[in-house]
C-alpha cells in the first residue's frame, strides 16, 4: 500500500476555469486516499471559486502553523469534501498594471508567495513529500534550492508560449523572449512532468524535445464528479419546467476569445426563423470583470448575435435568468453557479463545444455525464472524449453549416428514442472513463513512482543566479523601452478620470 504523504499544491489564482477544477479535483481525490493536501495560491475570490476551496478550515494566519502529526488519521481535519486552501502573497504586486504585464507580475506574485511561506516556516512546517505545480513552472527552481529533499510534479495544461496572441508586434516578441525561454528552462526541474491528453503529450514533446528524460511526459485525464449525475427523471422534469419547455442549446465555456463561441452563434442562425420558435440557444461560462478579454469578449459576441438579427439578453444570476423574456433567442449567463449549470445540462437537447484544437475540454464530459449528446470540433481533445456517431458528433469547425445541420437534426429529427441511446452511451464513457477514483489513482501512481526515483539532476545554484541576472538585465531594457508609453497612458487614464468628474 503507498505511504500517506503531504502534497502541497501550489496554483497562481482559484478561479473557476477548467484548469481551476483540476487542481480542485485533484486534490479532494488525493486527500480521500488518505493523503495530507495544502493549495497555496496568490489569490481567492470566495464569490468566485469552486465550493471545495472556499468551505475548507483554513488555519490562522498567524505563523508558522504546524499540523497536528494525527491529521492524516483524523477524518474530522479537514471535514470531509473540503480544502486547506491558504492565500499568501498577493498584496506587494497587483495582477497587472494598466492591463498589461500579466505575465511579469504573476511571477513576482508568486515568488512573493514562495519566498513567505518558506521564510517564515509554514511550507516546512508541513513537511511536504511532494509540491504539485501546474500552469507557472518559474517557481521551480526556488522550491529545489530551498526543499532539495522534496519531488516536484508539474501538471502542463498547455505551453504558456502557443497560448499567447498577438506576436505580430517587435515588442511583443521582445517582451516574451524570456518568459518562454524560463518556461521550458524551469520545466526541466521538474521531477515528472504530466499532460491532461495525448493530444497535449504531442504538442509539449514536440515543443519542447526530450522534455521527461526517457520516460517522457505522462498523461493523466482529468475527470467529472460521477457522484453529481442527476438521473434522467430530473433530466425529464427540467425539460419542462425551465423556460416553458424550451429546446435548449446549450454553450458553457470561459468568455475568451480563443474558445471561439461565435461558431455556435453562427450555427443556430443558420437555422431558419421558424426552426428556433421553440428554441433557445443558452452560452453560459466563466466571466470576471477583473479580465478585460471576458468584457470584450462578451460585448463581441452580443453584437455578432445582434448581426444576424437574433434577439439578445445577458443575466448574472439565476433569478435574472429564469425571468428572460419568451422572445429571446440568444442568453448570455455569465459567471453561472453550480445550481444554474446543473439545471442547464439536465434541460439541454444539446451541448455544442467550439474550441479549436481544446487541450482536454472537461465540459463535454460534463454534458455525456448528464446524458446530453455533444457536438465539438474534430481536433484536440475531444477526440479523446467524444466518440462520432455515438455520444456525439465531431465537425469541422470550419463548415458552419455542418453544425447547423446536426442542430437541426437534434432539434426535430431525431427521436427521443436515438438521443436517450446517445445520451446513455455518454454516461456510460464517462463514469468508467474518467472519474475522480480513475484520476486520483492515476496520480496517486505518479507520485508514488516519481518519490520512489532518485531526484531529476537540474537547475544547480549557478544557474539559477545566472538566469535572476540576466532577467533583471532585461526587466531594465524594457522598462527603458516602454518608459515612454506607460506614462503616456497614465497620464490619458487621469485625464479621462479628471473629465468624468468634470
Same mark, same amino acid.
Given at each position: 500500500m503507498p505511504e500517506r504523504k503531504s502534497i502541497v499544491f501550489f496554483h497562481p489564482d482559484l478561479g473557476i476555469g477548467g484548469a481551476e477544477r483540476l487542481i480542485i479535483d485533484a486534490a479532494v481525490g488525493l486527500q480521500t486516499l488518505g493523503h495530507r493536501v495544502t493549495i497555496f495560491t496568490s489569490h481567492r475570490d470566495l464569490t468566485h471559486c469552486f465550493d471545495e476551496a472556499r468551505d475548507g478550515k483554513i488555519p490562522p494566519?498567524?505563523?508558522?502553523?504546524?499540523? !497536528? %502529526?494525527?491529521?492524516l488519521a483524523n477524518p474530522e481535519f479537514p471535514p470531509p469534501g473540503t480544502l486547506d486552501v491558504r492565500v499568501r502573497g498577493g498584496f506587494l504586486f497587483p495582477a497587472t498594471l494598466l492591463g498589461r504585464f500579466q505575465i511579469l507580475l504573476t511571477i513576482l506574485r508568486h515568488y512573493h508567495l514562495l519566498c513567505t511561506i518558506s521564510l517564515n516556516g509554514e511550507l516546512a512546517a508541513l513537511k511536504p513529500t511532494a509540491f504539485f505545480i501546474d500552469q507557472l513552472s518559474a517557481g521551480i527552481p526556488f522550491l529545489r534550492y530551498r526543499f532539495p529533499e522534496t519531488h516536484i510534479l508539474f501538471y502542463c495544461h498547455f505551453p504558456d508560449l502557443l497560448l499567447v496572441k498577438q506576436r505580430q508586434r517587435w515588442v511583443t516578441r521582445l517582451w516574451r523572449l524570456p518568459f518562454d525561454a524560463v518556461e521550458g528552462w524551469s520545466m526541466q526541474g521538474a521531477d515528472r512532468v504530466v499532460v491532461n491528453s495525448e493530444f497535449t503529450k504531442g504538442v509539449v514533446e514536440g515543443v519542447w524535445k526530450g522534455l521527461g528524460g526517457k520516460r517522457g511526459v505522462g498523461v493523466v485525464y482529468p475527470c467529472v464528479d460521477i457522484k453529481s449525475d442527476n438521473g434522467g427523471d430530473q433530466k425529464a422534469l427540467s425539460e419542462k419546467d425551465l423556460w416553458g419547455g424550451k429546446k435548449i442549446v446549450l454553450s458553457i465555456n470561459r468568455f475568451e476569445k480563443k474558445k471561439d463561441v461565435g461558431l455556435a452563434i453562427k450555427a443556430f442562425a443558420g437555422l431558419n426563423a421558424n426552426d428556433r420558435r421553440?428554441?433557445?440557444? #443558452?452560452? +453560459?461560462?466563466?466571466?470576471d470583470n477583473r479580465v478585460p478579454e471576458n468584457v470584450s469578449y462578451h460585448?463581441?459576441?452580443?453584437?455578432?448575435a445582434e448581426s444576424l438579427s437574433l434577439t439578445t439578453a445577458t443575466a448574472k444570476n439565476i433569478i435574472t +435568468?429564469?425571468? $428572460?423574456?419568451? %422572445? $429571446? %433567442? #440568444?442568453l448570455f449567463l455569465l459567471s453561472i453557479p453550480g445550481q444554474l449549470k446543473s439545471m442547464l445540462l439536465d434541460a439541454a437537447k444539446l451541448l455544442v463545444y467550439t474550441p479549436l484544437n481544446e487541450h482536454f475540454g472537461i465540459v463535454p464530459l460534463e454534458a455525456m455525464l448528464s446524458g446530453v449528446p455533444v457536438l465539438a470540433a474534430n481536433c484536440g481533445g475531444p477526440l479523446e472524449t467524444v466518440v462520432d456517431g455515438q455520444t456525439g458528433w465531431l465537425r469541422d469547425p470550419e463548415k458552419v453549416e455542418d453544425w447547423t445541420e446536426v442542430m437541426r437534426q437534434v432539434l426535430f429529427e431525431t427521436s427521443a428514442a436515438q438521443l436517450k441511446e446517445m445520451g446513455e452511451a455518454g454516461r456510460e464513457r464517462a463514469e468508467t472513463e474518467f472519474s475522480e477514483s480513475k484520476m486520483s489513482q492515476k496520480l496517486d501512481h505518479e507520485l508514488e513512482d516519481m518519490v520512489s526515483r !532518485?531526484? #531529476?539532476?537540474?537547475? %544547480?545554484?549557478?544557474?539559477?543566479?545566472?538566469? #535572476?541576472? $540576466?532577467?533583471g538585465l532585461w526587466v531594465v531594457v524594457m522598462v527603458s523601452l516602454l518608459r515612454g508609453p506607460l506614462v503616456a497612458a497614465a497620464t490619458a487614464s487621469r485625464q479621462a478620470a479628471a473629465s468624468q468628474e468634470v
Open positions: 494566519s498567524s505563523l508558522p502553523m504546524p499540523f !497536528p %502529526e494525527n491529521r421553440g428554441t433557445r440557444l #443558452v452560452i +453560459a461560462g466563466g466571466y460585448a463581441e459576441l452580443l453584437s455578432l +435568468a429564469l425571468s $428572460i423574456p419568451d %422572445e $429571446i %433567442e #440568444v !532518485p531526484r #531529476v539532476k537540474a537547475l %544547480e545554484i549557478q544557474d539559477i543566479l545566472l538566469l #535572476v541576472g $540576466i532577467f
